[in-house]
């Protein structure tokens, strides 16, 4: 790619347009490495790279290219002078397998809270993380970076409309302040599991028509409300403490 049209690739416009978003930084390369063993599509990524790190090892194509070229297209303040140029993952295989459960975020509007969901969800594996229209981009430089690199190692699904999933799955859960309690046995037998946008949450006429079990997190009742990834963090754990 031209370096002009790298940079539009900030824009989610851009990199729908051209079907390709940007990885900064040595782990996240790093990451994006480990990750095209398995994924041939990766292998198409191209490295851009400041004299400093001329001598990386990689089979990617590698360009080097000035610090001020590298300071325009970084999208942090300080870059550190390596950043990979990466296709799209948009084109997943989107039949579930019987061994992973769904986490569906509706309308999720913050990089930072998508990341680290996407990091947690990757962590503890046996996940599928399922994007409702208008949610944030998944590839925003801030939520690639607060994934820590799990962006390319979590099955994901974008732009699924929230009226599908019943055709999809048996048994559909949701987080609500008046629920069963996560600890609740009955908590893991679901398939797929609504976590609803920061501020409104999730449309109470589309649960009802889902038929989803609601369950809530136990907390002191001083504070009517837990962020978004922590919930979604605290969940992940209690389906997958009791693993065989």
């Known amino acids: ?5 790298i940079k539009k690739l900030h824009q989610k416009k ?28 990766l292998k198409n990524a191209e490295l851009l790279v400041t004299e400093q790190y001329q001598a990386w090892p990689t089979t990617f194509k590698k360009t080097t290219i000035s610090q001020k070229n590298m300071a325009l297209i970084a999208d942090t303040k300080t870059p550190q ?17 019987l061994k992973e459960r769904a986490v569906y975020l509706h309308e999720v509007q913050d990089p930072g809270n998508l990341g680290t969901i996407m990091r947690s969800l990757a962590w503890f594996g046996g996940f599928r993380c399922l994007l409702s229209p208008n949610s944030v981009d998944p590839y925003n430089p801030k939520a690639v970076r607060a994934s820590m690199g799990a962006v390319f190692h979590l099955p994901m699904e ?3 409309p929230i009226d599908s999933l019943r055709d999809r799955y048996k048994s559909i859960a949701c987080l609500d302040m008046h629920g ?30 889902l038929s989803a079990t609601a369950f809530t ?26 693993r065989p």
């Open 158 to 160: 974008l732009d699924v």
């Open 81 to 97: 002078g390596i950043i990979a140029v990466v296709p799209h993952l948009r084109q997943l295989n989107t039949t579930d397998t």
């Open 14 to 41: 851009y990199r729908d347009q051209f079907g390709f978003f940007l990885v900064e930084g040595e782990h996240l390369v790093l990451e994006l490495t480990k990750a095209a063993r398995h994924n041939p599509a």
């Open 180 to 209: 069963l309690s996560t600890s609740d046995p009955s908590f893991k037998n679901h398939d797929c599991y609504l976590f609803g946008n920061e501020a409104r949450g999730l449309p109470k006429e589309k649960l009802e028509a």
């Open 217 to 242: 997190i136990p907390g002191s009742g001083a504070i009517d409300s837990l962020n978004l990834g922590s919930a979604v963090n605290i969940c992940a754990y209690e389906l997958v403490r009791h």
């Open 1 to 5: 790619m031209k370096l002009d049209d």
